[in-house]
């Protein structure tokens, strides 16, 4: 099934060859090697950058808050400046090593609206439906709480409650209702609209990341399944318009790996098509500034790139219940670990944003077009500014931006970070839709049951016209981490990466299986959808293996 290792006179080395190499092991490379190697005589190899990500600061929930404001496990991108932010360099975390992202996430398990994929498949992208996509989220999923035709069990991606016990979960719903909100108890089933708490990808209190479910459990027990971690690839090997191969770099070594069939790229919105451009894969005036080969002209290559801008609001608040940097809120933190230790409970399973929900900001919408993430703390910047004190916070995004930003190369380097454009509040009408949805979250922040937590309000006091609000926005807004669109799927459309089977167009061999293929970006979290996009394409590879 492999051949062996060659070593060529200029010390380049040349490893094996499989039938897939996949690059990058984030929530679809995960899902796509391990759907593909579950059949014995398919090879796969898995290319990651970072590494094997199964130690605590993975698995142990609160730790999210070490990862998302630095370097662990996190390559922790910025942005070119934005126009629409006053100039602001933004901020975007992106998970390094297996699991990519779903290792350092919220862990919210949210599918999007049944809308966004009946759009997709509107836009002439048969077989993505919301009626053809429902089977894959249902078979990733192994839900301990929730059944019936929405809900999946036995799946590798396990679904569950909270297990903080914080009463604070219950002030929510209370202020939720004293404001006159709908509750929701299932976001993922029939209708969205509506507040309530998160479902969570979680086991026993401990973080299911996309690497947890499909590929940790098989590293050891497949043959034909290699997990290459530290492997950084820096180019696709192409045979004329076929690719058959990568090139990376592991620790000093530069080496090859060769692929049969296809080559699988997986790497994240940002850097799928950065791999793609670095690879001559892309407009063509483009790659000739930075002096890269043209492959194939693909000028839709880091283009259409699709994020939710979100704004946060913060209190500082004395109730015994928040995380934070004060003496009660550190003691609370060495209680909480003696508690994750002994039983798995407690504030240390806590994803932080433990409640939410989706809401209209104009009754004549037909879906809702903000979601909110309430935390258990209260954190500035992505938590990259400390604060003393404990306190909460409330994001409020929005969920079908209509600005368009893009990814670019800074320079043909293939270990520089690639130039990333959100073009945040690009559209004045994605302003004035953030303002509606600061007033209504505002409504919510302002119920009796939340107000009485509150000591301060850090960000929005005194804020009370539209033009106020304007200007707090600009100041503030940034990303609640949802990148997608960059490869886009699509059909009859120049801009278009990849087809419907997400094949790229106009070379052979190479698929692209990520949240960059994402037409438009979906009403809510993106882990799922993602995951759900690995499963599918695994199942379109069968049949067309079973097909010859
Ligand atoms: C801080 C944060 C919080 C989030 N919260 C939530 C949430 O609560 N719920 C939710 O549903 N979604 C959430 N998301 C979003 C969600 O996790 C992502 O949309 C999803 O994981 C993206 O999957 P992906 O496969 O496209 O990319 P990723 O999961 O990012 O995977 C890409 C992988 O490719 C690797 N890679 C990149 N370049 C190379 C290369 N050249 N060679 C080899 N490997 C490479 C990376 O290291 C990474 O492992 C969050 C994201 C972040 C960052």
């Known amino acids: 099934m492999t051949n062996k290792q060659k070593i060529t006179p200029g010390g380049l080395r040349v490893t094996d060859i499989f039938d897939f190499v996949v690059v990058g092991g984030g929530s679809g490379g995960c899902a796509v090697a391990s759907r593909l190697s579950e059949d014995p005589l398919t090879s796969v190899a898995l290319l990651e950058a970072g590494g094997k990500d199964d130690n605590w600061v993975v698995t142990t929930p609160g730790a999210l808050i070490l990862m998302v404001s630095g370097k662990v496990n ?14 602001r360099i933004g901020y975007q975390p992106r998970g390094k090593g297996l699991g990519g992202s779903s290792a350092i996430n919220a862990m919210v398990y949210i599918r999007g609206h049944r809308s966004d994929y009946d759009r997709w498949a509107a836009l002439g992208n048969t077989g993505w439906s919301y009626a053809d996509v429902l089977p894959y989220f249902k078979r990733s999923e192994d839900n301990s709480e929730l059944d019936g035709v929405y809900h999946g069990k036995g799946g590798p991606l396990h679904v569950t409650g909270s297990r903080t016990d914080n009463p604070v979960r219950e002030i929510y719903l209370q202020a939720a209702r004293e404001a006159q909100f709908r509750i929701r108890e299932d976001f993922n089933a029939e209708e969205q609209e509506g507040l309530g708490t998160y479902q969570l990808t979680q086991k026993n209190g401990e973080r299911w990341s996309a690497a947890r479910g499909y590929i940790h459990p098989f590293m050891a027990t497949r043959a034909n399944l290699r997990v290459e971690t530290h492997a ?7 045979e004329g318009q076929r690719a058959v191969g990568v090139e990376y770099r592991q620790g000093k070594d530069i080496r090859q790996i060769r692929a049969r069939r ?14 793609l451009m670095l690879s001559g894969v892309g ?21 259409n790139l699709q994020d939710h801008p979100d704004f946060v609001f913060g209190f500082t608040s004395d109730a015994p219940h928040f995380a934070g940097l004060s003496f009660g809120g550190i003691a609370r933190i060495f209680k909480g670990i003696a508690q994750y230790r002994r039983e798995r409970r407690g504030p240390m399973t806590s994803n932080v944003a433990e409640c939410g929900g989706f809401l209209k900001t104009r009754p004549d919408l037909d879906v809702p077009d903000i979601q909110l993430h309430f935390c258990m703390a209260m954190v500035a910047d992505h938590g990259r500014k400390p604060r003393w004190g404990t306190g909460f916070s409330c994001h409020v995004c929005l969920l079908r931006p209509e600005s368009r930003g893009s990814v670019g190369l800074q320079s043909a380097d293939p270990l520089a970070a690639p130039a990333i454009d959100p073009n945040f509040l690009g559209e004045d009408s994605d302003l004035e839709a953030m303002v509606a949805g600061f007033k209504i979250t505002r409504r919510l922040l302002d119920a009796p049951a939340l107000k009485a937590l509150q000591t301060s309000d850090v960000f929005t006091e005194g804020v009370e016209t539209d033009d106020d609000i304007r200007k707090v926005l600009r100041q503030y807004v940034d990303t609640v981490y949802h990148p997608v669109g960059t490869c886009k799927m699509g059909v009859n459309d120049p801009m278009a990466v990849v087809d419907p089977k997400l094949r790229v167009y106009g070379l052979e061999g190479l698929r692209v299986v990520d949240a960059s293929v994402m037409p438009t970006l979906i009403g809510g979290n993106t882990n799922a959808p993602t995951i759900m996009i690995g499963e599918k394409a695994a199942d379109m590879i069968k049949a067309e293996l079973r097909a010859g």
């Open 232 to 238: 950084h690839a820096t180019r696709i090997l192409f």
């Open 74 to 87: 996190n390559w922790a991108f910025d942005t070119v400046p934005q126009a629409g932010l006053n100039g």
């Open 283 to 303: 407009d063509g005036a483009a790659l000739a500034k930075h002096g890269i080969a043209l492959t194939h002209h693909l000028p839709g290559v880091g283009q």
């Open 262 to 275: 296809e080559v699988i790229v997986s790497s994240g919105a940002f850097q799928t098509p950065q791999l």
